[in-house]
């Protein structure tokens, strides 16, 4: 439950407080006066600082909550970047390597020709998408993570945070169910299922599709990879199979 300041409790401290003070008026001891004054006062300060210490407070944590969110959501960005990149760099021998596509047409690409592509060998089906599976896996790690940091943001009353969980839980369905199209080795439907992880969190979240490439080559690709540190080949490696031409007649 989200804390809310007592503006009311402060209020009437506060006005407490003055009445005190104007106490001193009717009171015709000086000392008395005195010691009347000096609590009042004490109180109008003590007050004052009090509620501007809980609005000070309330602030810093709802600023912090937004930079928390952010970051779980910016994190989201980068694994989608390396999936949308593995998509690409894994039609090696389909394309031109300098040929800028969207996402969407490198995942149909790769679909189209899943039974042109051998069986086995380093440029083999299975070996695409097993590199492909391991960005779904880990988005749907993210969403665990998410679902795990969000009980704060959740004590918070963070602003629509109970859809966003709705959301990605039911990503985490979807997840599931693409890695189990690999397991299975239905690679078509895994590689297809994979474009809607990606259209459901757009569709979603459209302020973050500035965030993700429109169109992009299978170099570019390769070198997003490399600079995560996440490719399975280094830049000379991934090239030795643009020679080869695996398109369906």
Same mark, same amino acid.
């Given at each position: 439950?989200?804390?809310?300041?007592?503006?009311?409790?402060?209020?009437?401290?506060?006005?407490?407080?003055?009445?005190?003070?104007?106490?001193?008026?009717?009171?015709?001891?000086?000392?008395? $006066?005195?010691?009347?004054?000096?609590?009042?006062?004490?109180?109008?300060? $003590?007050?004052?600082?009090?509620?501007?210490?809980?609005?000070?407070?309330?602030?810093?944590?709802?600023?912090?909550?937004?930079?928390?969110? @952010?970051?779980?959501? #910016?994190?989201?960005? #980068?694994?989608?970047? #390396?999936?949308?990149?593995?998509?690409? +760099?894994?039609?090696?021998?389909?394309?031109?390597?300098?040929?800028?596509?969207? &996402?969407?047409?490198?995942?149909?690409?790769? $679909?189209?020709?899943?039974?042109?592509?051998?069986?086995?060998?380093?440029? $083999? %089906?299975?070996?695409?998408?097993?590199?492909?599976?391991? +960005?779904?896996? +880990?988005?749907?790690?993210?969403?665990?993570?998410?679902?795990?940091? +969000?009980?704060?943001?959740?004590? !918070?009353? &963070?602003?629509?945070?109970?859809?966003?969980? !709705?959301?990605?839980?039911?990503?985490?369905?979807?997840?599931?169910? %693409?890695?189990?199209?690999?397991?299975?080795?239905?690679?078509?439907? &895994?590689?297809?299922?994979?474009?809607?992880?990606?259209?459901?969190?757009?569709?979603?979240?459209?302020?973050?599709?500035?965030?993700?490439?429109?169109?992009?080559?299978?170099? @570019?690709?390769?070198?997003?990879?490399? @600079?995560?540190?996440?490719?399975?080949?280094?830049?000379?490696?991934?090239?030795?199979?643009?020679?080869?031409? &695996?398109?369906?007649?």
């Amino acid at each position: 439950m989200k804390y809310k300041i007592p503006h009311l409790l402060y209020v009437v401290l506060l006005l407490i407080s003055i009445a005190i003070t104007a106490l001193t008026f009717f009171i015709k001891d000086p000392a008395w $006066s005195t010691v009347v004054a000096s609590v009042g006062a004490g109180g109008i300060a $003590s007050v004052v600082v009090a509620w501007l210490l809980d609005y000070r407070k309330t602030k810093i944590q709802a600023i912090e909550n937004k930079a928390r969110h @952010e970051e779980l959501m #910016r994190q989201f960005i #980068r694994i989608y970047r #390396r999936l949308m990149s593995r998509v690409a +760099s894994e039609c090696y021998g389909l394309c031109d390597k300098d040929e800028k596509h969207s &996402f969407h047409f490198w995942i149909q690409l790769l $679909s189209s020709n899943v039974d042109c592509l051998p069986k086995e060998g380093q440029h $083999s %089906t299975k070996n695409r998408c097993a590199h492909i599976l391991s +960005s779904v896996e +880990s988005l749907q790690r993210q969403i665990e993570i998410f679902q795990s940091q +969000s009980a704060t943001l959740i004590y !918070q009353d &963070f602003p629509d945070l109970e859809q966003t969980l !709705q959301f990605f839980e039911l990503l985490w369905v979807h997840c599931w169910g %693409t890695i189990k199209q690999f397991e299975t080795e239905n690679y078509k439907v &895994f590689i297809d299922t994979t474009y809607i992880l990606y259209d459901d969190f757009i569709n979603e979240f459209p302020q973050y599709k500035d965030d993700l490439p429109d169109d992009y080559s299978i170099n @570019e690709a390769v070198q997003l990879l490399n @600079e995560y540190g996440s490719h399975p080949k280094s830049k000379n490696e991934s090239t030795k199979g643009d020679g080869i031409l &695996f398109l369906c007649e």
